[in-house]
């Protein structure tokens, strides 16, 4: 099971943390041809050979960095305007079963666990990295089915500050959560709620309302649901 939280995290920080916007952009418009996209596959090796702390293990970081390679070159080559959101899915879900694949086959074999390292660092912090760049690329994904302009939101912000408050968000109410403290998360939604909606209603548009509506839910829940997991996990 550490296997599986070593080779997640991996995957967390190479696919969503340390790759910005603009390198993705150039390994998505030269696809084969551009040395991101090695680059890239190159990371996702090495940050699972650190993370996995075992130079006898070293095959695991060579199979994670070919097939990275290889489902990402092929999604660049799949993906259109109009499918881009299935073709995030697809790619994601192929990387999850390559890894689930390696810890079913690594099943039964001892691993590298330093004994002053608490079992539950990793899964803690694979949990933690989740909540924050991942999942706001997920749910700005999954928004690009609604297109929301300026003269829709009448509302003009902060740079950034929407996907910045998410994130600290979730990590509150993940620590909420871990602490057992369910009052705390109700309090933060009625908050938010008071704030942010009592400037959706100046702004009098309903679809404005529900977007704002629908990314609330689902940050909450995927954060309530990221804290019960870890809570069921180190019990």
Not at 76 to 86: E, H, V
């Amino acid at each position: 099971m550490e296997l599986l939280f070593k080779l997640l995290l991996a995957h967390l920080l190479g696919d969503f943390v340390l790759q910005s916007d603009s390198f993705t952009k150039k390994k998505e418009k030269n696809g084969l041809s551009s040395y991101h996209l090695y680059l890239h596959a190159l990371i996702h090796g090495l940050l699972s050979l650190v993370l996995i702390w075992d130079l006898e293990m070293w095959y695991i970081a060579v199979i994670i960095t070919v097939t990275h390679l290889l489902i990402d070159a092929l999604k660049i080559k799949l993906t259109r305007k109009k499918n881009k959101r299935w073709m995030f899915t697809a790619d994601q879900v192929a990387h999850l079963i390559v890894i689930l694949i390696l810890v079913n086959l690594h099943l039964g074999k001892n691993e590298i666990v330093p004994d002053s390292f608490p079992a539950y660092i990793i899964p803690l912090i694979t949990c933690v990295v989740l909540l924050t760049s991942p999942v706001a690329i997920m749910l700005k994904v999954f928004f690009t089915r609604w297109k929301l302009t300026e003269k829709d939101t009448g509302i003009y912000g902060l740079k950034n500050a929407g996907r910045w408050i998410g994130i600290i968000e979730r990590l509150l109410i993940f620590v909420f959560v871990i602490t057992d403290n369910f009052s705390a998360v109700g309090l933060l939604l009625t908050a938010k709620s008071v704030f942010r909606f009592g400037d959706l209603s100046k702004a009098k548009n309903m679809k404005l309302t529900e977007y704002v509506l629908i990314g609330t839910l689902l940050s909450f829940g995927i954060a309530i649901l990221t804290g019960l997991f870890f809570k069921n996990y180190i019990a």
